[in-house]
């Protein structure tokens, strides 16, 4: 089988470069395409030698449509302002999705939804195998423990992080609001300050730090009447992110348009 040919978004960004250095590593992966915005410094540099990485050959471009004309697929961890441009274009082209991004609206979700009527599209808060085993094992303890159980998510991530909750955060509080079978943007507490008063039923609460480099750090907590249970994921390398949207860019050759996730990817389910 042929290699997937694959264009890279945000090249010149900490995850962009994060992959432009794992593809060569990967089997059947070939990097075609690399974009940045109109305004970056980095466009007509290569992709890899720019920023101390062998050369690729592959030239930075703003031009997504020339971009995926080759391509079977496009890896996007950018804004969620360029993830909507890139979804246009990727539906369009009929060229898979995998999108990274974090902090996307509940708009952008649903044109994101949009796009996976005419492509395939894979869509996660976090791509490591690791967090995605987490949900799982989240969702099945919410729903043995049921609402009685009191839940806590508590993120940490590097100071120059520009959202919150983190995107992982979000796909753990998700977890928990599916297993107790609820909405989560109807439960959600995410700020206390001052005279709150009681922790209010049913709420999983959600709580946000940011400092130094920390790459990602979620801790889950169940506290029940005289006991807790916490679930905890720390993220020590950033290639963790790049070898899952890697896997999940490869899962989508032949696959038909939809809104996957990584857990359809790694076949993880629950029960």
């Not at 449509?65 to 441009?85: G, N, Q, R, V």
């Not at 539906?91 to 609206?105: E, M």
């Not at 967090?131 to 590097?158: F, Q, R, T």
């Amino acid at each position: 089988m042929s290699e997937l040919r694959l264009v890279v978004v945000g090249a010149a960004g900490r995850m962009g470069r994060m992959l432009t250095q794992t593809i060569p590593d990967t089997l059947g992966v070939r990097l075609v395409g690399a974009l940045e915005g109109a305004g970056s410094s980095s466009l007509g540099a290569d992709c890899g030698a720019a920023f101390g990485l062998p050369a690729t050959g592959v030239a930075i471009t703003s031009d997504i449509a020339a971009a995926l004309a080759e391509a079977d697929a496009i890896i996007d961890f950018s804004t969620p302002a360029a993830t909507i441009a890139v979804a246009k274009a990727a539906a369009k082209a009929r060229v898979a999705h995998v999108i990274g991004t974090t902090g996307l609206s509940a708009d952008e979700l649903g044109l994101i939804a949009e796009e996976a009527t005419e492509t395939a599209v894979v869509r996660s808060g976090n791509m490591s195998l690791g967090v995605n085993l987490l949900a799982v094992l989240i969702e099945k303890a919410a729903k043995a423990l049921g609402p009685g159980w009191d839940a806590e998510i508590i993120e940490m991530h590097h100071k120059l992080k520009v959202d919150a909750p983190s995107g992982t955060a979000l796909l753990l509080g998700e977890a928990v609001a599916l297993g107790r079978g609820i909405a989560l943007a109807e439960h959600s507490a995410r700020g206390r300050d001052g005279l709150t008063g009681p922790r209010k039923a049913g709420d999983i609460g959600f709580a946000a730090l940011r400092g130094g480099t920390v790459v990602g750090d979620h801790t889950v907590i169940f506290a029940g009447m005289g006991e807790r249970i916490e679930f905890s994921h720390r993220a020590e390398d950033r290639g963790i992110f790049a070898r899952g949207a890697l896997a999940a860019a490869l899962w989508t050759r032949g696959r038909g348009p939809g809104l996957y996730s990584m857990a359809d990817v790694l076949g993880l389910t629950c029960a």
